[in-house]
């Protein structure tokens, strides 16, 4: 079966930086598009990044736009998260999702998987 598995979350300034890591099993990863959403406590849960299969087509929601940047490696199976000055409105949940769609992909419901989530918590 499918599985996303999260890693690299955990408490850090505002300022600071952490690379969020997501594995994936199950699914030939290179014809999947990939997501990042996060899940703040009492909100939605809400798009942060995509990437298409092939690693150059990327899609971000302007609230991270030139602070995170998305990326993958189809030969190791994994998808990455770099957050760079990180806010503490950054502070949430924070999910991998894969869909083979290469349309609508800042749309929870456009992906079929999903992982069980990192936090991420930033301290002001």
């Known amino acids: 079966q499918v599985q996303l598995v999260e890693s690299g979350g955990g408490l850090v300034q505002a300022g600071g930086s952490l690379r969020l890591s997501c594995a994936a099993s199950g699914l030939t990863f290179s014809r999947y598009t990939m997501g990042w959403f996060r899940q703040a406590p009492g909100k939605e849960r809400e798009f942060v990044a995509a990437i298409r299969w092939s690693g150059g087509s990327t899609a971000s929601a302007d609230s991270v736009k030139g602070r995170f940047t998305i990326s993958r490696d189809n030969a190791k199976n994994a998808m990455y998260l770099q957050m760079n000055t990180l806010k503490p409105e950054d502070t949430a949940v924070y999910y991998c999702?894969?869909?083979?769609?290469?349309?609508?992909?800042?749309?929870?419901?456009?992906?079929?998987?999903w992982g069980t989530g990192t936090q991420v918590t930033v301290s002001s």
């Open positions: 999702a894969a869909t083979p769609a290469l349309l609508g992909v800042t749309t929870r419901r456009s992906y079929d998987y």
